[in-house]
């Protein structure tokens, strides 16, 4: 599967793992020093992150990034499932990934001792090139790594600043943001066929991507961003894309999903809906990997 890609999103844990988002916030707000946030289930979890840091904040409890280490602590406890390793022995090249955790390395190559940053760009906030390689996969840890605290994606003013640096990327060039280390803007460089693949952006432009386990919510702005600029470029013609982009999601969870769905065929993603039988995640998942390799 040499030209295909997969972003692969935290339901792939949530197949056997029982610690949720939703118990990972409760946890966090204990460890913050806090009393229950009210109406936390109906907030985006990006804001309600940053109602737990500003509390802490202004209460003198505790600073952020001791908050990231703790939820790294936590991540690092999750354990690979039989999907993962199914993943392993698909031969993907490129496997991009929102998740911080190690879970698909391990499935790899059984632990994450081994596991280094080879990323063009030795970042330690932000993850534009952020990579990991066993044998002949490299893994794009998107949203950041649990072997990292600081680069853990959480929050409103993280994500602005992750979509910041994608924008300077894409349109502007990057000539005063990284030292010693200069990229032309990817726009420019597609219409010159000059790729050079150092970020996991590029690849969206230029192989055929598969999206599963990702719930992609819109408070997931640099994603959404991303999607609707290569839309946008592709509808007026100013950039030559004929690569595919793919979602698969479960298909009772269609009419609950109609609006998201909407958006992302407008985007040109192509949408593919299977069943998911009485919640079963790990037969669900092997009938979305058996789809891929039809």
């Not at 197949?15 to 009393?35: I, V």
């Not at 802490?56 to 409890?61: F, I, R, S």
């Not at 839309?231 to 004929?242: C, D, P, Y």
Request: charged fraction near 20%; proline fraction near 2%; aromatic fraction near 12%.
């Amino acid at each position: 599967m040499k030209n295909t890609v997969f972003l692969i999103g935290n339901d792939i844990n949530n197949a056997t793992n029982s610690y949720s988002w939703q118990n990972l916030l409760k946890d966090l707000t204990k460890f913050a020093g806090l009393k229950t946030i009210p109406n936390m289930l109906n907030k985006p979890f990006p804001l309600v992150y940053e109602e737990i840091i500003l509390k802490a904040l202004a209460n003198n409890n505790i600073y952020e990034n001791e908050l990231k280490k703790f939820i790294a602590s936590k991540i690092q406890l999750l354990k690979p499932n039989s999907i993962h390793g199914a993943i392993a022995n698909m031969n993907v090249q490129h496997i991009f990934t929102t998740n911080y955790d190690c879970t698909l390395e391990q499935a790899f190559n059984g632990s994450e001792k081994r596991i280094q940053n080879i990323g063009c760009v030795k970042e330690v906030r932000f993850s534009l090139f952020r990579k990991n390689q066993i044998g002949k996969t490299n893994f794009w840890h998107i949203h950041g790594l649990s072997t990292h605290a600081q680069s853990i994606t959480l929050g409103f003013e993280h994500y602005g600043g992750y979509l910041q640096h994608m924008r300077i990327y894409v349109v502007a060039g990057t000539k005063d943001t990284y030292k010693g280390i200069f990229f032309s803007p990817l726009e420019l460089r597609i219409k010159k066929n000059k790729i050079t693949h150092a970020s996991w952006i590029d690849y969206f432009f230029t192989h055929d991507i598969e999206i599963f386990g990702l719930n992609l919510d819109v408070v997931e702005l640099h994603l959404w961003w991303l999607l609707t600029y290569r839309a946008r470029m592709k509808a007026t013609n100013k950039l030559v894309i004929t690569n595919c982009i793919r979602y698969y999601y479960p298909k009772q969870y269609e009419a609950a999903s109609r609006s998201k769905l909407e958006l992302l065929k407008a985007c040109g993603v192509e949408l593919i809906a299977l069943p998911m039988k009485d919640g079963n995640r790990i037969e669900y998942y092997e009938k979305v990997l058996k789809k891929i390799q039809a």
